[in-house]
């Protein structure tokens, strides 16, 4: 069966603290990987895209990664606007729908 | 930038009301979607649309849902007979192709009581 889990459940950090954020997928034939960053009561809002193993896309402090079973998403010195649940969501080759994991909730103090 | 807007942003309805939720895609999106994500768990998938008909839906789509692009800016997702286990966030995307990124919409937070 086709799943996403992402780990941790919850991060707490400091601000400047870097730490990575994983998701697993166990899809047959994937098409794409897609990291979203998702604020209270709003819709995902798209940060990456990933299609194959080695792959590695940057946007200021945020960094994410791609293999053969899971990705990272690096954040480095991150500060309290970071504060989201960051979604991984990936696309299989013979569907039009993205299968969302249930997020990372990302904290980060002054 | 251009983006995916949605109305209304909250909705309450009483059960067994039919209720419709407008979504405008971005304007050279060829591919639309609906989303839904009950409180505190994953978004989940609905129906993809494409060339006027319905590409896939997922096993929660059933007959109480359809969709329909009205015009040329326009995509609605209708629940003819509403239920309590719908009361959920219900968000529209779209993609300029099958196989690209999907842009969500900010959402249509739907109440039912």
């Known amino acids: 069966e086709d799943q996403v889990t992402q780990s941790p459940e919850a991060l707490r950090l400091q601000e400047g603290e870097s730490s990575s954020l994983n998701c697993s997928y166990t899809v047959s034939g994937l098409r794409g990987l897609f990291w979203y960053r998702q604020d209270p009561g709003k819709g995902p809002e798209f940060l990456f895209t990933l299609y194959s193993a080695g792959e590695e896309k940057e946007k200021e402090r945020l960094k994410a990664t791609l293999t053969k079973k899971e990705s990272f998403l690096h954040i480095t010195a991150p500060k309290p606007e970071d504060s989201a649940t960051y979604l991984c969501a990936v696309m299989k080759t013979s569907y039009d729908k993205v299968i969302f994991g249930p997020g990372t909730s990302l904290s980060v103090i002054p | 930038e251009p983006e995916v807007t949605q109305t209304p942003s909250h909705q309450v309805t009483q059960m067994g009301q039919e209720v419709i939720l407008r979504c405008v895609p971005i304007s050279n999106h060829l591919y639309f979607y609906w989303y839904r994500q009950i409180l505190g768990q994953k978004v989940e998938f609905l129906v993809s649309f494409y060339n006027n008909e319905i590409s896939e839906k997922s096993e929660i789509f059933d007959d109480q849902f359809s969709v329909e692009r009205p015009d040329g800016s326009n995509f609605t997702l209708k629940i003819r007979s509403t239920k309590l286990e719908d009361s959920a966030m219900y968000f529209c995307?779209?993609?300029?192709?099958?196989?690209?990124?999907?842009?969500f919409g900010p959402g249509t937070r739907l109440l039912v009581l």
């Open positions: 995307a779209s993609s300029r192709d099958r196989t690209e990124t999907q842009y």
